[in-house]
């Protein structure tokens, strides 16, 4: 899970450069100044360095704790889970640090946009960004509610093959300390937001309002479509570089299941005038839909591997 954020990230920074790199000498008096690189490899950097201290300590602080408790306890973690998820810490605290660089990003974005005006992509303000969920304008819109349908109907197909109800459910773990179904409820609740909001956010600006662009301004629309949805596809199976024994199957259909999601959003994305508000809030509540529903429907087989006990 390290690895494929690293490979993204510095994929995403030679990108940037070659990109600023092409610009029109006679308007260089005129874009915006690019951050220094340095601010991409260190949590919140940006927002430090724009002065923004309030905002640069809660995500630090957010992104350093949660990637500690991950690699602090991935061992046990993994000790009741075969799922790509199990370690639920780390995804949460690198998700967050790929929403602080959408900072970064959308500077080098704004960069781009000054020296070729017919650029188009979506500028947002980070804090703006973060709003995206949950305005009504993006949730009440065909693309989420079909995306929320979707992922009840996944959750429909996987609760056929429970064998635990959630009202035998006596117990759940959390790093090692046990606490009852209920308050377990609310945790699970809590990091499936967070993570569902981080991926939402931060996968969406990475792959639609930033690769996306990059390729459908150089490409066409059609080609940059096809070639970030593909990337998004194939990013997901890096998942599977800390299961035991992947099944090879499951790789290849999450890779094609995902690569077809990100068609649709990014054709959403597209046909939005390269706005991504919708996009995220149905990647958003699809995520949360499905963390949170595959307790409630199938608490033996979670989606995190949460370790559960059963009332006798």
Same mark, same amino acid.
């Given at each position: /899970?390290?690895?494929?954020?690293?490979? @993204?990230?510095?994929?995403?920074?030679?990108?940037?450069?070659?990109?600023?790199? +092409?610009?029109?000498?006679?308007?260089?008096?005129?874009?915006?100044?690019?951050?220094?690189?340095?601010?991409?490899? @260190?949590? &919140?950097?940006?927002?430090?360095?724009?002065?923004?201290?309030?905002?640069?300590?809660?995500?630090? %602080?957010?992104?350093?704790?949660?990637?500690?408790?991950?690699?602090?306890?991935?061992?046990?973690?993994?000790?009741?889970?075969?799922?790509?998820?199990? $370690?639920?810490?780390?995804?949460?605290?690198?998700? +967050?640090?790929?929403?602080?660089?959408? *900072?970064?990003?959308?500077?080098?974005? %704004?960069?781009?946009?000054?020296?070729?005006?017919?650029?188009?992509? *979506?500028?947002? #303000?980070?804090?703006?960004?973060?709003?995206? =969920?949950?305005?009504?304008? $993006?949730?009440?819109?065909?693309?989420?509610?079909?995306?929320?349908?979707?992922?009840?109907?996944?959750?429909?197909?996987?609760?056929?093959?429970?064998?635990?109800?959630?009202?035998?459910?006596?117990? /759940?773990?959390?790093?090692?300390?046990?606490?009852?179904?209920?308050?377990?409820?609310?945790?699970?609740?809590? +990091?499936?937001?967070?993570?569902?909001?981080?991926?939402?956010?931060?996968?969406?600006?990475?792959?639609?309002?930033?690769?996306?662009?990059?390729?459908?301004?150089?490409?066409?629309?059609?080609?940059?479509?096809?070639?970030? #949805?593909? @990337?998004?596809?194939? /990013?997901?199976?890096?998942?599977?570089?800390?299961?035991? $024994?992947?099944?090879?199957?499951?790789?290849?259909?999450? @890779?094609?299941?995902? +690569?077809?999601?990100?068609?649709?959003?990014?054709?959403?994305?597209?046909?939005?005038?390269?706005?991504?508000?919708? &996009?995220?809030?149905?990647?958003?509540?699809?995520?949360?839909?499905?963390?949170?529903?595959?307790?409630?429907? $199938? =608490?033996?087989?979670?989606?995190?591997?949460?370790?559960?006990?059963?009332?006798?």
């Amino acid at each position: /899970m390290i690895k494929h954020k690293v490979v @993204v990230f510095f994929s995403i920074v030679v990108l940037s450069l070659q990109i600023a790199q +092409a610009q029109n000498p006679d308007s260089v008096k005129t874009i915006p100044k690019l951050y220094p690189l340095w601010t991409f490899y @260190v949590p &919140a950097a940006t927002h430090f360095y724009d002065g923004r201290i309030g905002t640069g300590i809660a995500l630090s %602080a957010f992104e350093v704790g949660f990637t500690t408790l991950g690699l602090v306890y991935d061992k046990d973690l993994q000790k009741y889970s075969n799922s790509p998820y199990y $370690n639920y810490p780390l995804f949460i605290g690198l998700n +967050a640090l790929s929403v602080d660089k959408c *900072d970064f990003l959308g500077n080098q974005l %704004a960069y781009v946009k000054k020296m070729r005006p017919d650029f188009k992509y *979506d500028d947002v #303000s980070f804090s703006e960004l973060l709003k995206q =969920p949950f305005k009504p304008k $993006n949730i009440f819109t065909p693309i989420t509610i079909g995306f929320i349908l979707l992922a009840g109907a996944e959750l429909w197909l996987d609760s056929r093959y429970s064998d635990l109800p959630f009202h035998r459910v006596d117990k /759940m773990s959390f790093l090692n300390r046990e606490v009852d179904k209920y308050s377990g409820l609310g945790i699970y609740g809590t +990091a499936s937001l967070a993570m569902s909001m981080e991926a939402g956010i931060g996968e969406e600006y990475i792959f639609r309002n930033y690769l996306m662009p990059v390729f459908d301004y150089r490409l066409g629309q059609r080609k940059g479509l096809i070639i970030s #949805s593909a @990337v998004f596809g194939g /990013m997901h199976a890096f998942n599977y570089l800390f299961v035991s $024994n992947p099944d090879p199957i499951d790789i290849i259909s999450q @890779v094609g299941f995902t +690569a077809i999601m990100g068609y649709i959003l990014g054709r959403n994305v597209q046909l939005n005038d390269y706005r991504i508000g919708k &996009a995220v809030a149905a990647h958003t509540w699809y995520d949360f839909t499905l963390m949170l529903g595959s307790f409630l429907t $199938n =608490p033996k087989e979670n989606i995190f591997g949460v370790n559960v006990t059963v009332k006798i």
